[in-house]
C-alpha cells in the first residue's frame, strides 16, 4: 500500500533553494547540506524531472508519483507489473525533448508466458502537462522470455546523443545467459525511440545474435549515465565481490560470468578468474561490494572540483559514492542519516545531486552547505 507522501517546500523546489534542510555532511568540497524534498515514498526507484518544474518518481510496487506544485499526485495509466523480488516499476526516463513531445519512457519488469516467468520491459507513453494520467501507452520492447524468479531485472535508460535509448538488462539470475548473444539476458541494447533496431548495431545480421545488444557479459547494471563526452557508463551488482564500473562500448564482451573480481555466495571461485583474452576489464571495482544503483556524472556548476566524477548510490552501505576518474577512481563516502539504501542518483536541473533512499521512503538533494 502506498504511504502519505509528505512533501518540503517543493513548490518552489526542484528548481531553486529553499527546501527543509535535513542534516549536513562533511567533503572534500567543504560541508554539504542535504534537503529532503518528500518523504512517505513507498520503496522508489527512479526519479526524472520535468522541462516545466516538479519532477515523476517511480514506485518499485507499480505507482508513479507527479511532484509538483507542492503537493504529490499518483499518476495513472500504467502497465501491468510483476512487483515480485527485484521486480515491478523501475527506471524513468525523460527524454531531452519532452516539453515538445510530451513522450517519456519506462521500464518495467513484465509478466511473461503465464507461469511465473518475467522479463525486462521498456514502455513509451505521453504525459500531458497536470493530466495525472499517461496515455498511449504502449510497449516498444520486452526481453525474449524464459526467465523465472525475481532477481536482475537491470534495469536503467539513457538517451544516447543522438536519440537512440541505452536499456540494461540484467542476467535474470540465469548466469550463462549473459554470454549468450540469442538472449538478452545480461546485455546493453540499443534501441531507436519506436522501440526498432538500428542498422549499425555490433550485432546485426550476425545469425542467432538479437540485433538490439550493444554490449553484453553483464551481471546486473542498476546505474547508467553519459559523461560529457556522450559516453555511456553503467554499474553493475556483482556477487560477493565485484561490484563494476563500466564504460560501455559498442560490441565489448564484459566477460560476466566467465570472468569477475568477486565470488559466489558459497565462496567458491567464479569463472577462470579475473581476466581472459577478448574480455573487458572494469574501469573500476569494489570488493567487498557495495551494491551499486543509480549513477550520475556532475557538470561542475556547483563544485568545479568535482566536475566529470561519478556519483553512485550505495544500497548496502548507505551513502554515495563519489569517484574521480582521473585519479584512478579514487573514492570519496558522501553519507548522513538521509542516505539510507542509496537507489537512484541524478544531477538535477538545478546543478544538486538529487538522490532516492529506500530506507528513508525519501527524495533528496545535495547543495553546498
Known sequence: MQRRVFLAGVGAALASPGLVRAGTMSSSAGRLQVETVATGLDEPWAVGFLPEGGALVTLRGGGL??????????????????????????????PRDFA????????????????????TALARAVYADGAGQLTGLRDIFEMTPGSSGGRHFGSRIVEAPDGRLFLTIGDRGDRPSA????????????LNRDGSVPADNPFVGQPGARPEIWSYGH????????DARGRLWITEHGARGGDEVNLVERGVNYGWPVISYGRHYSGLPIGEGTARPGMAQPAHYWDP??????????????????????????????????????RGFAEERLEADETGRVRDVRQ????????LSVTNGSLNRIVPG
Request: hydrophobic fraction near 40%; include cysteine.
Open 65 to 94: 508519483l507527479a511532484i509538483t506544485g507542492g503537493r504529490a499526485r499518483p499518476v495513472g495509466g500504467l502497465p501491468a507489473v510483476y512487483a515480485g523480488g527485484q521486480g515491478g516499476l523501475l527506471d524513468l526516463m525523460i
Open 100 to 119: 515538445r513531445s510530451r513522450t517519456l519512457f519506462l521500464s518495467y519488469a513484465k509478466p511473461q508466458d503465464g507461469r511465473g516467468g518475467a522479463g
Open 179 to 190: 554470454q549468450d548473444l540469442a538472449r538478452h539476458n545480461g546485455a546493453v541494447l540499443c
Open 219 to 226: 551481471r546486473n547494471p542498476q546505474g547508467a549515465t553519459l
Open 289 to 326: 561490494s557495495i551494491a551499486p544503483s543509480g549513477l550520475a556524472v556532475h557538470d561542475g556548476r556547483l563544485w568545479p572540483e568535482w566536475r566529470g566524477h561519478l556519483f553512485a548510490g550505495s544500497l548496502k552501505f548507505d551513502y554515495i559514492a563519489r569517484l574521480d576518474p582521473a
Open 348 to 355: 538535477g536541473p538545478d546543478g544538486a545531486i538529487w538522490f
